[in-house]
Structures are given as structure tokens and as C-alpha cells.
């Protein structure tokens, strides 16, 4: 049973701005979905090795060097932000 | 109209039409029909008509045009075509405007493919790519390119029709309305995981997704595949693969009719469908065995715990800051967050955040994620064992087996088979799931059943 105080948490792990009434909402809806997967308990997986993707990946490499990227294309990145100071992106003081 | 890519290439090299008047056509037909539809989100006119006529000086120089070129499609809007709008159906995105190209994208430019605009789909690609099947469905452009996660390209392909205008109702939970090619009477495929670059793709869940074409025909969607195949070194998931040519004939194919798939709950009709098929692959000489895939019933519990993990952390990157939905009514960073996020996604994004941050947080990874990861591991094996015995997998296109074909990362194909009497469809669709990168082998099988389909309609 997920409890009102559970979905706060989550929500703030989230960083999910949630109303009251969408707290209860999902609350109640929480416990359902969770219900759904309680058919797994019956799969003994000890002895299985999880899986995070489809194949083996290998990790890939380079140098770690700065790529030059078009002047015109970095502009267009900072502009996708919503507050900026010059070629800066703004962000609300932390301290 | 209705032509597939080659018929429309042929019409291009023979001169019957220039690929102005193609293009003047498709858009005509958008501007005229696409308000009951609402397949496309953005159009993209301007665009479309300048590239065309680039076409036109090519074939009236003499110059041999790629097989794509001049061809008119349709892209899914979570997909990145540099300078204009994507919103992959979102209000947290929605006056976002791409800085590149996604590989797939770039490539098929570089191919003189027209693209005619951006397609609509349920917000951060949770339902379908019903607008791209759509599209193609109502011929509103030659071919699209969608994404599949759990089977969005493939589900609405076989459907008669597709509603992209009730999308965000069709989709919640990827319910059996809002799926793609199989819901429209199109060809979807989805590619082998890694077959096809992910960059400029906006992530949904990054070990599911793939981009993939859907299409009139078989034939087009190999076409289209083998143009936007191949490693990218963007990509670090994608790879390099031999495209060889199918390795089996059709009178030694083995297909593997799994037993899990023709239980509980199949429609009668989609059965009699699968079933006519399953005869006329052995018609055409193909060996049709029983196989067992016992971690089945586990599939859509294993999906969906996967899939919201991995979408609450891709969707973590939209916090108001970058790029996007931006709420300014704080000076605390912490409420910029809260409130852009509350304000911008809408509520089944919400659901499978909390959802997934649930089953990710302390004390609940190793019960929920860590255990599906593991089932996950049993169903790619399930699939591995057939492999041994068949070379290709048929099913129905429903919800089980889709998502099973991308937890396992396999290719598979949903071909139009037949019609049903279906309140949301007028036809139903087989798929067929192949070996890792042998797309080829079901690319060709479906071929050959396309045509056998075709010839017995005439």
C-alpha cells in the first residue's frame, strides 16, 4: 500500500510539482499499477544476471578532446534556453 | 496517388510527373483532408517545394536521382529536423525548434528525400506513432518514419485506421487503440536495437527505442531501412552489419508459431487472419513449427517496469532551464523545477515519472527494477532457444508480443494480412520477428507473403 507520504517523496525525487488532489490520485493509482507486478514474486531469479540492454555493449571511446562545434549551432543551443544573459544560461541563485 | 516509393520514383525518371507537382499534390491533399485527421503537428511547405524543385533541375540535367529522392514523407515529431518546431506532442516542448538534424533525418536528406512534415503522436511517445501511420494510411505522404518502444510503429500499421486527433485518449497505457502500422493497413518495421542511429531522437526509454519506417509496402521499407541503417558515431548503441542478402529461401524457411500467442483473449477473427497466414506461408513451401516461449505471461509486467524507469530518467533533462517550458514565478531554483515540470507534462507523462522514479528509489530497485531486469533476461533467452529451431517468429500484432520483441531487441515486421469487422479497425495484421540485424530474412519472408496476398486479392 503506497501511502500519501510516499507519493511526496517521490514526487520531490521526481522534482514533480503535484496538487493535493493529484497526490491522492496517484496514490491510489500507484498501489494498483505495484499490484499488477506482484506476479513476478513467483519467478525465482537468483541465479539469473540482469539485463540493461538487448545486447553487449562495449564502451566507447575517444580522446577527450574539445570538438569544435559551429559557432551558429552553439548559438542555437543557447538560445533554446528560456532565461540567458548574453551567451550565458541563467539560472535561479542556489546559495 | 497512393503510390509506394518505387511506383513514385518510376513516375519521377519517366518524366510522368516532376516532383513539384508530387509534392504540390501531397500537400494539397494534407491542406485538404487533415483537419478530420489531424496526422501532422507542424507542415512544412516551404521546405518541401524548395527541395522539390532541386529535384526537378537534377532529372532535367539527366542526373541519376537516388531511389528516395523527390519522394514525399512524413517524420514522427520526436524526431529533429533542423530549424523547425519539435514537440514530440508536448506542452514542455511545444515552441522548442531543433538545433541539427537526427542522423536518420540527415541522411534521408542526403538521399533529396522532401520532407513534408512533422507528425503527431501522444506526448513523449507513450502511445503510438499513430500520426505517421496515419499519414501513410490516408496517403497524405509516401512513407513516415516513427519510433517504437513497446510496439508503436508496428500496432498502429495494422489497424485500418489510426485517430491521431483522440491520440492523447487512444494512448494512455499504450491501450490497443492508439498503435501505428498495424492499426492502419501500412507495413511497419522496427528495427534490430542499435540497427538505426538513436541521435536526434528524443529518448523515451533509451534500451527499447528504435526509429523505423512505416509504408505502403514490404519492399518500401527495406528501402527505407537500408538507407538509414548502420553505425553513427553519435549513437555509442548503434553497429556496423553486413546487409547480406536474405540467406534462406523461402522453401526452406522455418517458421515458429509461438503457443503463448493464441491463448486468452484473441479475437476471432484476428485468430482466422493469423491462421490464413500461417497456411499460406506453408503454401509457399516455408516449414511451420510450434515453439514454446514460457516467460510470455511475464512480457507487459517485465515492460512495464522497464520502460517507466528508464522514461523518468530520460525526462529528467527537462527541467526549465536548457530548453523548454519554463515557469517564472519563484526565485527558488527548486520551485522552477516543480512548477515547469507540473505545468508541462501532461498527465500519463506524469504517472509513468512517478512511476518510474517509484521503482528506481531505495529500497524498492531490487524488489521492482532489478527484478524485471532479470525477467528481461529470461524472455531475450525464451527468444535465443527458438532461434535455434526457426528462423523467423509469427504472431499476432497485439500488446504481449510487441513489447516482447523490444525488452528481447529483435527486428520485427507488422504486414496488413487481412480484414476483420473490428469496431477501432478494418484489418489485422501478422508480425514477423527475426534473429539480431536479420533484418533481411524477414524483410524478404514478408515479401514474398505480401506478394502471395496481393495475388490472391486480384
Known amino acids: 500500500m503506497v501511502t500519501k507520504k510516499k507519493v511526496k517523496h517521490i514526487a520531490k525525487l521526481a522534482r514533480l510539482g503535484l496538487t493535493e488532489k493529484e497526490i491522492e490520485k496517484f496514490r491510489k493509482e500507484l498501489s494498483s499499477i505495484l499490484d499488477y507486478f506482484e506476479q513476478l514474486k513467483q519467478l525465482d531469479v537468483t541465479k539469473v544476471e540482469p539485463c540493461s540492454h538487448p545486447f553487449f555493449l562495449e ?21 533554446a534556453a528560456p ?4 551567451r550565458y544560461v541563467k539560472v535561479k541563485s542556489i546559495l | 496517388m497512393n503510390l509506394t516509393i518505387k511506383q513514385a520514383h518510376q513516375g519521377l525518371i519517366k518524366k510522368e510527373f516532376s516532383a513539384l507537382e508530387l509534392a504540390k499534390d501531397y500537400l494539397k491533399k494534407i491542406k485538404k483532408i487533415d483537419k478530420e485527421i489531424s496526422a501532422f503537428l ?30 514525399p514523407l512524413a517524420v514522427k515529431d520526436n524526431i529533429l529536423v533542423e530549424g523547425e518546431r519539435c514537440t514530440t506532442g508536448s506542452k514542455i516542448l511545444q515552441n522548442y525548434v531543433a538545433p541539427y538534424d537526427a542522423t536518420v533525418v540527415r541522411k534521408l536528406k542526403e538521399q533529396q528525400a522532401v520532407i513534408l512534415g512533422k507528425t503527431n503522436m501522444d506526448e513523449f511517445a507513450l502511445g503510438s506513432s499513430c500520426g505517421s501511420a496515419a499519414a501513410v494510411a490516408a496517403d497524405m505522404a509516401v512513407y513516415a518514419l516513427g519510433s517504437d518502444t513497446g510496439g508503436s510503429i508496428r500496432l498502429p500499421a495494422h489497424l485500418g485506421y489510426a485517430r491521431p486527433q483522440r491520440c492523447s485518449v487512444f494512448g494512455r497505457a499504450e491501450g490497443v487503440a492508439g498503435r501505428p502500422a498495424c492499426f492502419c493497413g501500412v507495413v511497419g518495421l522496427k528495427p534490430t536495437y542499435g540497427a538505426v542511429s538513436r541521435y536526434g531522437l528524443m529518448a523515451m526509454a533509451s534500451s527499447l527505442d528504435q526509429i523505423g519506417p512505416i ?30 542478402e536474405s540467406r534462406i529461401k523461402n522453401q526452406e524457411l522455418r517458421v515458429g ?22 497456411k499460406k506461408f506453408e503454401e509457399l513451401g516455408a516449414k511451420t513449427i510450434e ?12 515492460y512495464y517496469l522497464i520502460m517507466p524507469a528508464e522514461v523518468s530518467a530520460n525526462l529528467a533533462r527537462y527541467d526549465g532551464i536548457r530548453f523548454g517550458y519554463f515557469v517564472n514565478k519563484s526565485d527558488a531554483l527548486l520551485d522552477v523545477y516543480l512548477q515547469s515540470r507540473e505545468q508541462g507534462f501532461g498527465e500519463e507523462v506524469r504517472r509513468r515519472i512517478m512511476l518510474g522514479t517509484y521503482v528506481l528509489s531505495t529500497g524498492y530497485y531490487e524488489a521492482y527494477y532489478l527484478k524485471a531486469q532479470k525477467v528481461r533476461t529470461l524472455i531475450k533467452q525464451d527468444f535465443a532457444k527458438a532461434f535455434e529451431k526457426v528462423d523467423v517468429i509469427l504472431t499476432p500484432v497485439s500488446p504481449t508480443p510487441a513489447v516482447s520483441v523490444n525488452l528481447a531487441g ?25 534473429k539480431p540485424f536479420e533484418e533481411s530474412v524477414i524483410l524478404a519472408a514478408g515479401q514474398v507473403f505480401e506478394k502471395s496476398q496481393n495475388s490472391a486479392a486480384t
Open chain 2, 291 to 302: 515453439i514454446s516461449l514460457p516467460y510470455t505471461k511475464y512480457a507487459l509486467a517485465c
Open chain 2, 42 to 71: 507542424t507542415v512544412l511547405q516551404k521546405s518541401a517545394l524548395s527541395q522539390a524543385k532541386q529535384i526537378d533541375a537534377m532529372i532535367a540535367q539527366g542526373q541519376k536521382i537516388p531511389v528516395l529522392a523527390g519522394i
Open chain 1, 83 to 86: 532565461e540567458r544573459k548574453g
Open chain 2, 257 to 278: 508459431i509461438p503457443k503463448e500467442y493464441f491463448i486468452e483473449g484473441i479475437d476471432k477473427e484476428v485468430e482466422g487472419v493469423i491462421k490464413n497466414a500461417i
Open chain 2, 410 to 434: 529483435l527486428p520485427a515486421i507488422s504486414i496488413p494480412a487481412g480484414p476483420v469487422r473490428d469496431k477501432v479497425s478494418n484489418g489485422a495484421g501478422i508480425q514477423l520477428i527475426g
Open chain 1, 59 to 79: 564502451n566507447v571511446m575517444r580522446e577527450d578532446e574539445a570538438k569544435q562545434e559551429p559557432t551558429d549551432r552553439v548559438d542555437k543551443l543557447i538560445e
Open chain 2, 215 to 244: 509504408t505502403k509496402s514490404v519492399e518500401d521499407a527495406k528501402i527505407v531501412f537500408d538507407v538509414i541503417k548502420g553505425k553513427d558515431e553519435m549513437d555509442s548503441t548503434s553497429v556496423e552489419f553486413k546487409n547480406q
